[in-house]
C-alpha cells in the first residue's frame, strides 16, 4: 500500500490526471505484490550470501507465505503476471515508461 501511495503521490506532484494517479497507484500495488513474492521466493531459494540476510525465516517462524501456497512455479507465474499487468498499465497510459518498465523488470527478477 505504501508503495501504491508513493506512486500517485508522485504523479500528482508531476501534474497526472486523475487516470494517470490511478494508474500510478495500480502501478505501485502490482510490483510491490510481485515484490513480496519475489522476497517470499528468495527466503526459500537464495543463500545466506547472496541474499545479505538469514534465508529460511519465514518457515522457521512458520508464516504463511505464497511459497508455501504457490510453490516455485505458481510464484513464478505469479510474479511473471503482476510484472506484466504492471508495465501494460504504464504502457497504458503513459508516454514514457520505459524507466518504470525496466525497474518493475528488475525487480521481479532480483536475486537479493
Same mark, same amino acid.
Given at each position: 500500500?505504501?508503495?501504491?501511495?508513493?506512486?500517485?503521490? &508522485?504523479?500528482?506532484?508531476?501534474?497526472?490526471?486523475?487516470? =494517470? !494517479?490511478?494508474?500510478?497507484? =495500480?502501478? &505501485?500495488?502490482? !510490483?510491490?505484490?510481485?515484490? =513480496? !513474492? +519475489?522476497?517470499?521466493?528468495?527466503?526459500?531459494?537464495?543463500?545466506?550470501?547472496?541474499?545479505? $540476510?538469514?534465508?529460511?525465516?519465514?518457515?522457521?517462524? $512458520?508464516? @504463511?507465505?505464497?511459497?508455501? /501456497?504457490?510453490?516455485?512455479? &505458481?510464484? @513464478?507465474?505469479? !510474479?511473471?503476471? /503482476?510484472?506484466?499487468?504492471?508495465?501494460?498499465? /504504464? $504502457?497504458?497510459?503513459?508516454? $514514457?515508461?520505459?524507466?518504470?518498465? &525496466?525497474?518493475?523488470?528488475? /525487480?521481479?527478477? +532480483? @536475486?537479493?
Amino acid at each position: 500500500a505504501l508503495l501504491s501511495a508513493a506512486c500517485a503521490f &508522485g504523479t500528482v506532484a508531476g501534474g497526472g490526471s486523475e487516470t =494517470q !494517479i490511478h494508474a500510478a497507484s =495500480q502501478f &505501485g500495488e502490482l !510490483i510491490g505484490h510481485a515484490f =513480496q !513474492i +519475489r522476497d517470499d521466493v528468495l527466503d526459500v531459494i537464495s543463500t545466506d550470501a547472496e541474499l545479505g $540476510k538469514t534465508v529460511g525465516s519465514d518457515a522457521e517462524e $512458520k508464516k @504463511n507465505t505464497y511459497m508455501a /501456497l504457490l510453490g516455485l512455479e &505458481g510464484c @513464478n507465474a505469479e !510474479i511473471e503476471a /503482476l510484472t506484466a499487468s504492471a508495465v501494460s498499465v /504504464l $504502457k497504458e497510459h503513459f508516454p $514514457k515508461t520505459e524507466f518504470l518498465a &525496466g525497474l518493475a523488470e528488475t /525487480l521481479a527478477k +532480483r @536475486n537479493h
